[in-house]
Nanobody
Framework: QVQLVESGGGLVPAGGSLRLSCAAS????????MGWFRQAPGKEREFVATISRDGTVTYYTDSVKGRFTISRDNAKNTVDLQMNQLKPEDTAVYYC????????????????WGQGTQVTVSS
């Protein structure tokens, strides 16, 4: 069983930065591909970023490329999302997710989810 706990959300003005962190309680963290998703009010959950098991391969949705960076520390069982140049449209609940298969941008492919952390960007 994998347990994921996100932290680091909050209220930030447009143009600001936040760093989200996800701590995983799991036997071998490096066995899992990790992803960040987000869900805004009234919208479906959407892919934000994903990182390979060894951290060498990352993918981002187009709207966050150049602003967000996903990283992981397999020794600490954590995956982070550094968010810079935040925009009001980034406002959402952000979720950390894990899967044992390969890279996926689809939320249905992820087996384990955190409870989410709220990010609010004021204009």
């Amino acid at each position: 069983q994998v347990q994921l706990v996100e932290s680091g959300g909050g209220l930030v003005p447009a143009g600001g930065s936040l760093r989200l962190s996800c701590a995983a309680s799991v036997g071998t963290f490096s066995n899992y591909y990790m992803g960040w998703f987000r869900q805004a009010p009234g919208k479906e959950r959407e892919f934000v970023a994903t990182i390979s098991r060894d951290g060498t391969v990352t993918y981002y949705t187009d709207s966050v490329k150049g602003r967000f960076t996903i990283s992981r520390d397999n020794a600490k069982n954590t995956v982070d999302l550094q968010m810079n140049q935040l925009k009001p449209e980034d406002t959402a609940v952000y979720y950390c997710a894990a899967r044992r298969g390969g890279t996926s941008f689809q939320s249905v492919d992820y087996n384990y989810w955190g409870q989410g952390t709220q990010v609010t960007v004021s204009s």
